[in-house]
């Protein structure tokens, strides 16, 4: 028995609506992606949408038609993936990484008070592991855009609306392994229509009647497809996360060692930390029964910058632990994954 860490869930809907669009032979950009864009707007309460090839197209374009540019400052936590690095330098801008809060992982408001300076020109927030970041009417009050990277928080709820709403715009990835998926794939969300329509000028370049630097930053019929029908699925999927997350949690809150994720998200990833044990004899240990968990950010921005401090970011990086959670997981193996991790740590 093999237990992956991540896996996308998909079915004989997607593989018959893939199969329509595939033989109608109107598969690059058209009419299932303005639809997926209007959907997902729809689902979010916001005024549209521009679906990307990629969550990085998205971040890259956002920042582009918020005016980010060469000298200008953007502020993001160390805890999240390399994709923020690589679109805020995409715009030549710099990265001002800024340290966590402990407790929900996600970017601290006073490391983020702390890094502004006048050449602050956007903030970014990801609700990592699909837990909101907390603060948010702080964030917002600091006078400069946010955008609130929802790439793993799809359906979370913080204080009673969505995270996506909050902020100035939204960015979503649909890569294999996220909440829904299009393969690959990434969109803009925003009520700023002023603020979409540029995005959607850069992001082809086919007829336009004033040339400047524009982006090939499609995504295709098949995807906008995919994604429509994968978006349907969404509430189900949510809820399976919700049932598979009390499994976990119901093994393992008796367990010494053991802090649980914090409540209130959807468990994009079901993130535990762990004190007394050391992180990577615990992975070894649970990949050697068959379980793939791993540390739930590969690293954190700071040291792929070199950059030292960070103290609650290198704290948690050393503790938290990502298992396995997705749809298509069992009670069965959430069952097994608790009962072995409970093993290892009393060992
Ligand atoms: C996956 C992810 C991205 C990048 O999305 P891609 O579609 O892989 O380019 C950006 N931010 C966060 C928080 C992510 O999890």
Redesign the pocket.
């Known amino acids: 028995m093999r237990i992956p860490h991540s896996l996308p869930t998909l079915g004989e809907e997607e593989a018959r609506g893939l199969t329509e669009v595939l033989l109608s032979g109107r598969i690059s950009t058209g009419e299932e992606v303005v639809r997926f864009e209007s959907e997902m707007a729809q689902y979010l309460g916001l005024k549209g949408g521009v679906a990307t090839s ?4 998205a ?1 890259h374009l956002v920042l582009l038609a918020l005016g980010v540019k060469e000298g200008d400052e953007v502020i993001c936590p160390s805890f ?2 390399t ?2 690095l690589n679109a805020i330098s995409y715009c030549q801008a710099t990265p001002i990484v800024v340290d966590i809060d402990e407790e929900n992982m996600n970017i601290s408001l006073e490391a983020t008070k702390q890094a502004l300076t006048r050449r602050t020109a956007a903030i970014i927030l ?1 609700h ?1 592991f699909g837990h909101p970041v907390e603060g948010m009417e702080g964030f917002l009050s600091l006078g400069l855009p946010v955008i609130e ?1 929802c ?2 928080s799809l359906g979370t709820i913080y204080k009673g609306r969505l995270t996506g709403t909050w902020g100035t715009a939204a ?1 979503l ?3 294999a392994t ?1 909440v829904i998926t299009t393969g ?3 969109m803009i969300l925003s009520q700023d229509e002023g603020l979409l329509a540029r995005i959607r000028d850069l992001r082809a370049y086919d007829k336009k009647k004033v040339y400047k630097t524009r982006y090939n930053y499609c995504m295709t019929d098949l995807q906008g497809r995919m994604g429509r029908i994968q978006l349907g699925k969404l509430p189900s999927f949510l809820k399976r996360r919700q049932e598979l997350a009390q499994v976990y949690q119901r093994h393992l809150k008796e367990i010494k060692g053991i802090t649980l994720p914090p409540a209130g998200g959807i468990y994009y990833r079901y993130v535990v930390r762990l004190m007394g044990k050391d992180l990577k004899m615990v992975i070894d240990k649970l990949h050697a029964e068959g379980i793939e968990a791993q540390p739930p950010v590969f690293l954190p921005l700071h040291r792929n910058l070199g950059l030292k401090g960070f103290a609650a970011t290198e704290k948690v990086f050393a503790q938290a632990l990502s298992l396995p959670i997705y749809p298509r997981l069992t009670e069965a193996e959430v069952d097994y994954i608790a009962g072995t991790l409970h093993q290892v740590m009393e060992a």
């Open positions: 990629s969550g990085t197209a971040l999240t993936c994709a923020l990801p990592m990277d790439a793993q960015v990835s649909f890569y996220k690959q794939g990434g």
